[in-house]
């Protein structure tokens, strides 16, 4: 395949929630990151923007995202949005997939080559058992739109290891470090592009006894659900004030990690002579 600009597009499953690193804008790595890099070995002009950030809904990620990015003129873009609207029972599903079509239609028009996604089927506690029948929903709209827009699907119900929790943080809705960068190795897969991520195979494991499983559950409740609705009740989000990792396009053959500290000096240079500036002005 030939080099070019992979943009990518959406919210914290694309920002790499889940696959913290401090080395990287955000503290997270994440898929998009890591395939990037493998992009970057396999032909060093490749570039790489990356717009998304946690919990942003899709017409935020429209809104916010779209024209920067269709403005760089990529050859490949990355798309996953409304998993964050499917969280709210009340949105209009049928709504959500027209907004989802249209602004897959801007996407693949551009000429780039678009992938989306499906949502992960979150088999969990039977208190979101409404919000599985949601995705289930969405997913099925995503695989026919994917199929008349032209966009190539990345469908996790054809990933079976995702069954396996140890791919899965805490939060049971985002994927740890070797989860994304399965998730990496299959992208690059769909794409044709040789990598050399080391996905090892997972050991065995033993079912949970119900006693620790109860345990879990109510760990999961406390720590992760209850905070979730708090959050939604109250109109807060985690990305309230966190900016993209990578708005300008970078070479990831450059080195990676050497760019996010030039940039995060860079930014703390601007800062610094700011509030110097604010210091001279009084």
């Known amino acids: 395949m030939q080099p070019g600009r992979f943009v990518a597009l959406g919210d914290s499953f694309t920002e790499g929630v889940g696959d913290p690193n401090l080395h990287y804008p955000n503290g997270f790595r994440g898929w998009a990151d890591r395939m990037a890099r493998q992009l970057g070995r396999a032909d060093r002009r490749w570039e790489y923007a990356n717009f998304a950030i946690r919990s942003k809904v899709l017409d935020q990620i429209v809104e916010d995202q779209f024209d920067d990015a269709l403005a760089l003129a990529p050859t490949h873009i990355s798309f996953y949005a409304g998993g964050n609207d499917l969280l709210s029972l009340r949105s209009d599903l049928e709504a959500l997939m027209g907004r989802y079509e249209e602004a897959l239609t801007r996407l693949t028009e551009s ?86 991520l080391k996905v090892r195979e997972l050991d065995e494991w033993e079912p949970r006894g119900w006693r620790r499983a109860v345990r879990d559950e109510g760990r999961f409740l406390r720590t992760e659900v209850a905070p979730l609705v708090r959050r939604r009740l109250t109109g807060r989000s985690e990305g309230d004030h966190a900016l993209p990792k990578w708005p300008e396009p970078i070479r990831p053959a450059d080195g990676m990690k050497r760019l996010a500290r030039e940039r995060a000096l860079a930014r703390t240079e601007l800062e610094t002579s700011g509030r110097a500036g604010g210091i001279r002005r009084r």
């Open 111 to 196: 000429g780039a080559h678009v992938l989306v996604f499906t949502a992960f089927d979150m088999r969990t506690t039977a208190l979101l058992e409404p919000l599985r029948r949601r995705v289930l929903t969405f997913n099925d709209a995503v695989r026919d739109l994917a199929s008349t827009h032209g966009a190539t699907l990345l469908d996790h119900s054809l990933m079976r290891e995702y069954d396996d929790r140890r791919l899965w943080a805490p939060d049971k809705i985002h994927m740890n470090r070797l989860g994304h960068k399965r998730m990496a190795a299959f992208v690059l897969r769909e794409l044709g592009v040789p990598h050399t």
